[in-house]
């Protein structure tokens, strides 16, 4: 009898050892990874452009070889064609004095503008520039990229990035730009290249590279060096065109003297 009662405590107690075992590692593999940390990318000027100090830089867009600039401030906002080769302005039409200009992108031939706070959209004809309104907005329009021919992008100075429809700029999805989780708030200008969103954040010298899917920062990219020490009183970096014939970025600010075309 002794022997069973033995046997059975050894029984129960190899048990209780692989249930706690067996519980510890559970745990262990449930248990949160180490946040994604961004990799810090650096910028390499491989030429420049002239820029005209006077444009007070809301978005940039290259398409089938022509520079599009849109421009900020009540009674200076512009839509202006450039060309990509020296910087030189081809043609400028005025918004009217009552609009903030911000962010543009090109879809279907046509080029979407937003403003500030009047929660209009305006659309351009490639062919022939003639500001016409094409929908509104819920929200300060601030950045906007288009991600297919169906679909844009839009930020409103948040961490919030919404999805719309590009027949009625209804809201389709919206995700939280973070960084481990945190939100990254103040996002401006928007590109759209190689499955990334690519935004510049007021007041940074930084360049965020954007998970569409998940929101997530997978890349800082550094753009300080691009701020030269002579420089003085700076505006703020603003604006980021993808040149998919250079494979490269150009980016400027606001009233910088320069637009620098860039690796990464």
């Avoid at 990318?41 to 030429?47: A, E, R, S």
Wanted: proline content about 5%.
């Amino acid at each position: 009898m002794l022997k069973k009662y033995r046997l059975l405590l050894a029984c129960l107690i190899m048990t209780l050892s692989v249930t706690l075992f067996s519980c510890s590692g559970t745990s262990d593999s449930n248990s949160n990874p180490d946040p994604m940390i961004p990799e810090t990318l650096q910028v390499t000027v491989i030429g420049t452009l002239p820029h005209d100090t006077s444009a007070y830089t809301q978005g940039l867009e290259i398409h089938d070889g022509i520079l599009w600039e849109s421009t900020g401030l009540y009674g200076y906002s512009t839509l202006r064609k450039l060309n990509p080769s020296n910087g030189s302005i081809l043609e400028t039409y005025p918004l009217p004095d009552t609009l903030f200009g911000e962010g543009i992108t090109i879809v279907n031939d046509k080029i979407y503008q937003l403003t500030w706070q009047s929660g209009l959209v305006l659309e351009w004809d490639l062919q022939n520039p003639v500001l016409q309104v094409s929908d509104t907005i819920e929200t300060n329009g601030w950045g906007i990229c288009s991600v297919s021919s169906s679909t844009v992008v839009t930020s409103n100075g948040t961490a919030t990035l919404s999805f719309r429809d590009i027949t009625t700029f209804d809201t389709l999805q919206t995700i939280s730009v973070n960084i481990d989780g945190g939100p990254v708030n103040q996002l401006n200008e928007l590109e759209y290249a190689g499955g990334y969103i690519y935004a510049n954040k007021y007041y940074s010298n930084y360049i965020y590279r954007i998970d569409p899917a998940t929101g997530n920062v997978t890349a800082l990219i550094d753009a300080s060096s691009l701020l030269g020490s002579n420089w003085i009183n700076p505006g703020v970096l603003n604006g980021i065109a993808w040149d998919p014939e250079r494979e490269a970025f150009l980016l400027t600010g606001k009233n910088w003297p320069t637009i620098f075309i860039v690796t990464l």
